[in-house]
C-alpha cells in the first residue's frame, strides 16, 4: 500500500506514532486541555484536511464534582 504521514498544524494537538503509515490505517491523536477560549486546528494526511475544533474546558463546580470531567472538553473532527 501507499505511505501516508498524518500532521498537526498547531502545538496542542498531537498525532501518536508520529502519525506514519502504509495502506489502509488509523490516525490517533491527543488533544491538550483547553483553559482559553474556543479553538481549531487541521491535521493533514497526505492532503486531505480534518478540522478539529475543541471548547474551553471548565472545571466542575464542587456540587458536580462526581461528574465525568472529560464531557466537559468537548472535542469535534471534521473533514469539508
Given amino acids: ?3 501516508w504521514r498524518a500532521r498537526s498544524n498547531v502545538s496542542w494537538i498531537i498525532v501518536a506514532n508520529e502519525g506514519r503509515g502504509s495502506g489502509n490505517g488509523s490516525v490517533n491523536y491527543f488533544v491538550q486541555r483547553n483553559y482559553g477560549a ?3 486546528g487541521v ?3 497526505n492532503g486531505q484536511l480534518f478540522t478539529i ?3 474551553p474546558f471548565i472545571p466542575p463546580s464542587s456540587a ?3 461528574t465525568n470531567n472529560d464531557q466537559r472538553c468537548r472535542v469535534n ?3 469539508p
Fill in 38 to 40: 474556543a479553538r481549531s
Fill in 64 to 66: 458536580d464534582s462526581k
Fill in 53 to 55: 475544533t475543541q471548547e
Fill in 1 to 3: 500500500g501507499c505511505d
Fill in 77 to 79: 473532527l471534521t473533514n
Fill in 43 to 45: 491535521i493533514a494526511v
